[in-house]
């Protein structure tokens, strides 16, 4: 795990930080995510291998209080052109690995801790600088699904 530093998180308690790749870390997630609507009904096999990029790209962040994992946001290299193509429903969301990515998409961003959520939000815009950042909000059931886009 790397720890980073600032700013910090809401609660001081809880440490933002990046797992590295191994199946410990992959574990962690995974046990954290299937206890999450909507997460807990995904299939595992593309889910996991999302998250498994994630992990070993550095292209996430995971909040820990002691040695639990109470949150986590994860992020998809693309181009705004893909990304604009997805959030109108008229495309698949797709990665772009070389390096070239404009945009991400944070497609995996979990909490039970609302203020938790903004600060996971916060630093991976932050880590995105001059990037536009989509993303899609779906609470579990809890209402609408709803895509879009911001500006960093």
Known sequence: MTDVQN?????????????????????????????????????????????????????????????????????????????????ANKGPLLPVLDGKADAVALTVVASADRKLVVTLLRRAREENPNRRVFFKRELGGAGPVKKASVRT
Request: net charge negative.
């Open 7 to 87: 700013p910090p998180a809401a609660d001081k308690s809880v440490r933002i930080l990046k797992l590295d790749g191994s199946y410990e870390g992959l574990g962690i997630v995974l046990d954290f995510l299937s206890r999450i609507e909507p997460f807990s009904k995904f299939d595992l096999g593309n889910f996991a291998k999302a998250l498994r990029h994630q992990l070993a790209r550095g292209e996430h962040f995971a909040a820990m209080s002691g040695n639990q994992l109470v949150g986590y946001c994860g992020w998809l290299p693309t181009m705004q052109a893909i990304g604009e193509a997805w959030e």
